[in-house]
């Protein structure tokens, strides 16, 4: 079952599963396969079928996976069966966009509040949120009990906003800062740095 034994690396490749078989069902399949998976995301099937067995037993052999089913399980395993509320720090150019981004509800995660430093920002309005102080950070992420945040600032103010967000009580931080940022063990950072990810694909050009 799901736990602190289950690699990290494994935990990262549900999300990829369960996007693949969202689109599954969306397009009207029903059963699919570890194979047909595999080719869908360039993973090997003995990979997929190993992943899925450190949460139980989710297909039968020579039949496959139910995909609503397996949909289901793993919307529970990574706890998206219900809807995540995320604070945003930051409404530069990419925390606009990710304000206006629509694809975040129905994926598990609603941002509720959206913060930034600027005069010229606070009280504005972005969609359909008002862009609220962030010296009052603290104290609206306790009030609302939001657990996840965007972390969408200049590099240079990371860790401060960090460390405030963490005396807020988030447990979950996405940073798209171009920097590492320092955290409890009790915290979750994932980070997403699109120059990292061309100079990993950029080693492989000849």
Known sequence: MAGSAVPDIVVGRLPLYLRALTQMAASGKEITSSQELGERLGI???????????FGEFG????GYNIAFLVDQLRRILKVEQAWDVALIGVGDLGRAIAHY???VDRGYRIVAVFDNDPAKIGGRIGSFTVQDAAHLVAEIRSHNIGVAMLAVPARDAQAVTDRLIEAGIRAILCYAPTSIIVPRSVHVQYIDPVLHLQRMTYYLG
């Open 44 to 54: 090997s099937s003995a990979q997929i079928r190993k992943d899925l067995s450190q």
């Open 60 to 63: 039968k052999q020579g039949t």
């Open 102 to 104: 629509g694809g975040f």
